[in-house]
Nanobody
Framework: QVQLVESGGGLVQAGGSLRLSCAAS????????MGWFRHAPGKEREFVAA????????YYADSVKGRFTISRVNARNTVYLQMNSLKPEDAAVYYC?????????????????WGQGTQVTVFS
């Protein structure tokens, strides 16, 4: 059974940092793209960042560009999201997702597997 399990969420003061992890099991995703999305109450799900299979190509939403960094360690079947300079508007449930295929994707509908999410709360 394929599983994506996020961790690393929590409560942080504005300006602080968190590092999210997404560990995959049941399948190797080294040849697949990975991404992070978030969903805040009352808002639609939002693309945050994506990375291609090798990790050489990344793409970010304008709202997080320069503050967030997506990375992956294929040997660990794990993808990360380093979040710096957090703002209250970054608060949401963050989801890891995997898209079969090598190229990164922005559209959530292109992703095949999803984790259960991890809560990020940012207070000012």
């Amino acid at each position: 059974q394929v599983q994506l399990v996020e961790s690393g969420g929590g409560l942080v003061q504005a300006g602080g940092s968190l590092r999210l992890s997404c560990a995959a099991s049941g399948r190797t995703f080294s040849n697949d793209a990975m991404g992070w999305f978030r969903h805040a109450p009352g808002k639609e799900r939002e693309f945050v960042a994506a990375i291609n299979c090798s990790g050489a190509i990344t793409y970010y939403a304008d709202s997080v560009k320069g503050r967030f960094t997506i990375s992956r360690v294929n040997a660990r079947n794990t993808v990360y999201l380093q979040m710096n300079s957090l703002k209250p508007e970054d608060a949401a449930v963050y989801y890891c997702a995997a898209a079969l295929g090598t190229s990164y994707r922005v559209n959530g509908d292109a992703y095949d597997y999803w984790g259960q999410g991890t809560q990020v709360t940012v207070f000012s």
